[in-house]
């Protein structure tokens, strides 16, 4: 089940479930190996007596976690994420990309929900979050998140902050509370050139780095060159590739 409480309004238990996701990068690239990324998608139904009752829905993620491999020390694990954290945390891809960890909300109403938004564009973020695990229960752990997020427009600020805003702790109470169970779920591999099967050299690598095995095998996504004058790619069997695998199933 999961129980939300968002910018001060309890919405309704639904029966939704986050998920604990993992993607190893090619072990001839530089920056970190790998990064872990939790998201919930929150249903919720507002019920009206003059007519159906219309959706709404919450996405929640926090993402880019790339400290911590095997999936099972995620078992009674805590995170307590500020501003201070995260400029001792962050790191840059095997392009240049940069990654921060931090927790970020979109909110979506349809049917005629006005000012659901309070005048932005949906999207919110913050710095400052808990993440708390409890025990593991097969591939799932129960979860509570705590969360100070503002509105994505006053969260990209245009001044860097100072030494002491970066150090304060987080003002009030958090304007998300959040229990949900979190399952384990899929994990994507990206490999350096190789043959013409690649999944299991893709197994071992993930089985190294996070502990985990015998997860389904989904796709096989080659990289390759554009051809010339064409959209179409000269890939297959041979190029860099990503191996996605499902979640694993509990036996």
């Avoid at 409890?134 to 001044?159: I, K, M, N, Q, S």
Wanted: charged share 30%; glycine share 10%; hydrophobic share 30%.
């Amino acid at each position: 089940m999961s129980r939300l409480l968002w910018n001060g309004e309890q919405w309704a238990d639904t029966l939704d479930e986050a998920q604990l996701n993992i993607h190893l990068r090619a072990p001839d690239t530089g920056g970190k190996r790998f990064s872990w990324t939790w998201h919930l998608f929150h249903n919720d139904r507002i019920r009206h007596a003059d007519r159906k009752p219309p959706f709404r829905n919450l996405s929640i993620e926090i993402g880019d976690l790339g400290f911590t491999q095997d999936w099972r020390q995620f078992s009674r694990f805590e995170l307590r994420s500020s501003a201070q954290w995260q400029e001792e945390n962050e790191y840059f891809g095997e392009y240049g990309h940069h990654f921060v960890p931090r927790i970020s909300v979109y909110g979506n109403c349809l049917q005629d929900q006005i000012d659901e938004n309070d005048g932005d564009d949906g999207f919110w973020e913050g710095n400052d979050f808990v993440l708390r695990f409890g025990d593991r229960d097969g591939f799932t752990f129960a979860t509570e998140v705590e969360g100070w997020l503002e509105p994505r427009a006053r969260y990209h600020r245009t001044a860097p902050e100072s030494p002491a805003d970066l150090a304060r702790p987080p003002e009030g109470e958090p304007n998300l509370r959040l229990l949900t169970p979190t399952r384990l779920g899929k994990a994507s591999v990206n490999l350096a050139r190789g043959g013409s099967d690649p999944v299991p050299l893709a197994r071992q690598y993930l089985e190294e780095c996070t502990g985990l095995t015998d997860l389904p095998e989904k796709s096989i996504n080659w990289w390759g060159p554009k051809l010339l004058g064409s959209d179409k790619e000269a890939r297959g069997p041979g190029w860099r590739c990503t191996v996605n695998f499902e979640a694993p199933v509990l036996k």
